[in-house]
């Protein structure tokens, strides 16, 4: 069973920065794919970003296009921390961020796809 617990939520205005971080419970942290999801009230959760880890400096990144450029996702596998820097943020940014582990032998942007959750860490960026 791995716990995750997410930080670093809060209220930003429009165009301000925030970085959340997720620390995993997992001594093999570094084999889960890592995600980072969101959910604003009366919508589903979506995808923001995953990042795998390939082997030594070398890390896979995917990206939602609605937040490409603005947001980067990275690792520190000695940590067993994910981390989200989110730039430039919008209104509609603003969601429940959850971060996620995937087990699976790739990455993906489905949230059935991912084992374990986050209790997730508020957003909310002001106009």
């Known amino acids: 069973q791995v716990q995750l617990v997410e930080s670093g939520g809060g209220l930003v205005q429009a165009g301000g920065s925030l970085r959340l971080a997720c620390v995993a419970s997992?001594?093999?942290?570094?084999?889960?794919?890592m995600g980072w999801f969101r959910q604003a009230p009366g919508k589903e959760r979506e995808f923001v970003a995953a990042?795998?880890?390939?082997?030594?400096?070398?890390?896979?990144?995917d990206y939602a296009d609605s937040v490409k450029v603005r947001f980067t996702i990275s690792r520190d596998n000695f940590k067993n921390t994910v981390y989200l820097q989110m730039n430039s943020l919008k209104p509609e940014d603003t969601a429940v961020y959850h971060c996620?582990?995937?087990?699976?032998?790739?990455?993906?942007?489905?949230?059935?796809?991912?084992?374990?959750w986050g209790q997730g860490t508020q957003v909310t960026v002001s106009s």
């Open positions: 996620a582990a995937d087990g699976g032998p790739g990455y993906s942007r489905q949230p059935a796809d991912y084992d374990y």
């Open positions: 997992e001594r093999t942290f570094s084999r889960y794919t």
């Open positions: 990042v795998r880890w390939i082997g030594s400096n070398v890390y896979n990144a």
